[in-house]
């Protein structure tokens, strides 16, 4: 049976959430706790498989318990779940296996078990081969978490055109549709460097894919041209590199 730990401070809540992982029979919950300083304690002795974490505590975060357990030596898979579905960009930005919205649903509950076997699998598979130490930081995931209309959707990498900064606000372009994105554009850019992307402003990331044509603009300077028609400036300090890789 695979381990876990509840960190919720609702008592009801973490109560109905330990009795849906029993039914299961895949897990064991082997603690739990309202609150930051004793999970962390606990959680450091006990070393779960996983630990469901809700964000919103009455003492402390738990995004921020999820960026300390990413630095533990056996660090555990992480499912959130919250009331809350505003954070769940930055929940996979943090690795997490899932993230359920309260109030909790059997089937859901069941479909996130099911995952959490498969990764936990694939984990010893690859901590068996001595390929690896670790799962999580060697996928190369080809999928973006969005948000739209209080859903979840998965982008495809190889459908995004170019990513930007709008009023502050990042986006993504896709061939059909734009999304918002709660990220910073650095963050992004980490995530697209296995793919055909590149930094051309400081202000956009674009799919060298997608590229129509180079328009030519004042003082030496460059467009770039996508099959919707948007153009994307390409700054002073990025020309050598954007000529080298389309190669002109």
Request: proline residues 2%.
């Amino acid at each position: 049976m695979i381990t876990a730990y509840l960190v919720e401070d609702e008592i009801f809540a973490r109560e109905d959430l330990n009795d849906l992982l029993c039914q299961s029979n895949k897990i064991e919950v082997i603690g739990e706790a309202d609150g930051i300083q004793k999970a962390i304690w606990e959680i450091h002795q006990l070393e779960p498989e996983v630990v469901f974490l809700d964000i919103h505590l009455a003492k402390g975060n738990g995004i921020e318990l999820a960026k300390q357990l990413r630095t533990l030596k056996k660090p555990p898979f992480v499912v959130f779940v919250t009331a809350f579905d505003k954070y769940a960009v930055k929940a996979f930005s943090l690795d997490a296996v899932d993230y359920i919205l309260k109030p909790f649903d059997e089937e859901r509950i069941e479909q996130t078990i099911e995952k959490i076997v498969k990764w936990n699998q694939l984990k010893k598979e690859e901590d068996q081969s001595h390929d690896v130490k670790e799962i999580k930081p060697n996928i190369t995931i080809s999928k973006l978490a969005v948000v739209k209309d209080e859903r979840i959707l998965l982008v495809d990498i190889h459908n995004i055109m170019y990513v930007g900064t709008e009023n502050r606000q990042v986006f993504i372009k896709t061939l059909n549709d734009k999304y918002l994105i709660d990220s910073h554009l650095y963050e992004i850019e980490q995530k697209l460097e296995n793919f055909s992307f590149l930094r051309v402003h400081r202000g956009y990331i674009i799919n060298l894919e997608y590229v129509n044509e180079i328009e030519q603009w004042f003082s030496g300077t460059y467009n770039i041209v996508f099959c919707d028609g948007y153009k994307v400036p390409v700054s002073r300090s990025y020309i050598k590199t954007v000529r080298k890789h389309l190669d002109f």
